[in-house]
C-alpha cells in the first residue's frame, strides 16, 4: 500500500458529464500530482500542487481544473467528457521538500469510463 | 518543454536472461531519474532512481546508468524472472525553486520473461 489513496475506484458517466476524483496523499507529504494513462499510452502529466498551490502544468485540457485544499487533499475535476477521456487516473503524491528530488508514491487510480 | 523517449516498446527475454531498457531525454537540465514498473492494473511503483550527481546504481538485480553528456539512462535486469513481466517505464524531472516539478514519463516498455 503506498499510503496514497484514491476515490473512487471506478466512475461510469456520459458524455457531456462532470465528475470528480478524489486524491489523499501520503501523511506528510506536500505535493500532488495527477497524470492520465490512456489505454496503450503512457502516463501523461496533468498537474502539480504543492502545498495548496499549483506548481507545474502538463497538458491538461482547459474542461479539466484541480485544486488541492488545505488539509493536502486534491481533487481534479473533469467537464464536458468525451468519450476520449475514458483513462485511468492516477494521483499521486511526493514530499517534494527543499530543492530534492523524491520519488512519486501513487495512488491505484480511478478508472474513468465515459459513454 | 522534457520530452522522454523509451525503447524498445516490447522486449521479450528468457528467464536467466538480461534485459536491457533505454531512454534519452531532451531537457540538460533535468536532474532525477526513476524507473517504475506497472503490472497489468495497477499503479506504478518506483522500482530504482537515480540523480544526476550519480552516474550508476545498484539494487540487487536491477541497475540502472546514467550519461548526463549523451542525455541518456538505462535500467538493467540481470537473472530475470518471470515475476518480473510487466511495463518499465523511465522518467525525468528537473525540480525548480518553489516546488516545482514536472516528471515526465515515457511510452514505457512491456518486457516479457518466458519460463
Known amino acids: 500500500d503506498s499510503g496514497v489513496t484514491q476515490t473512487p475506484k471506478h466512475l461510469i458517466t456520459a458524455t457531456g458529464q462532470r465528475v470528480t476524483l478524489r486524491c489523499s496523499p501520503r501523511?506528510?507529504?506536500?505535493?500532488v500530482y495527477w497524470y492520465q494513462q490512456s489505454l496503450d499510452q503512457g502516463l501523461q502529466f496533468l498537474i502539480q500542487y504543492y502545498n495548496g498551490e499549483e506548481r507545474a502544468k502538463g497538458n491538461i485540457l482547459e474542461r479539466f481544473s484541480a485544486q488541492q485544499f488545505p488539509d493536502l487533499h486534491s481533487e481534479l475535476n473533469l467537464s464536458s467528457l468525451e468519450l476520449g477521456d475514458s483513462a485511468l487516473y492516477f494521483c499521486?503524491?511526493?514530499?517534494?521538500?527543499?530543492?530534492?528530488?523524491?520519488?512519486?508514491?501513487f495512488g491505484n487510480g480511478t478508472r474513468l469510463t465515459v459513454t | 518543454g522534457e520530452n522522454v523517449e523509451q525503447h524498445p516498446s516490447t522486449l521479450s527475454v528468457q528467464e536467466g536472461d538480461s534485459a536491457v531498457i533505454k531512454c534519452t531525454y531532451s531537457?540538460?537540465?533535468?536532474?532525477?531519474f526513476p524507473w517504475y514498473k506497472q503490472e497489468l492494473g495497477k499503479r506504478p511503483q518506483l522500482i530504482i532512481d537515480?540523480?544526476?550527481?550519480?552516474g550508476e546504481k545498484k539494487d540487487q538485480r536491477i541497475a540502472v546508468t546514467l550519461n548526463k553528456t549523451a542525455k541518456h539512462f538505462s535500467l538493467h535486469i540481470t537473472e530475470t524472472q518471470p515475476e518480473d513481466s510487466a511495463v518499465y517505464f523511465c522518467?525525468?524531472?528537473?525540480?525548480?525553486?518553489?516546488?516545482?516539478?514536472?516528471?515526465?514519463f515515457g511510452k514505457g516498455t512491456k518486457l516479457t520473461v518466458n519460463p
Open positions: 501523511s506528510g507529504d506536500l505535493s
Open positions: 522518467a525525468a524531472s528537473l525540480r525548480r525553486q518553489g516546488g516545482s516539478e514536472k516528471l515526465v
Open positions: 537515480i540523480r544526476s550527481n550519480v
Open positions: 499521486a503524491s511526493s514530499v517534494n521538500r527543499d530543492n530534492y528530488n523524491s520519488p512519486l508514491h
Open positions: 531537457d540538460s537540465a533535468s536532474n532525477y
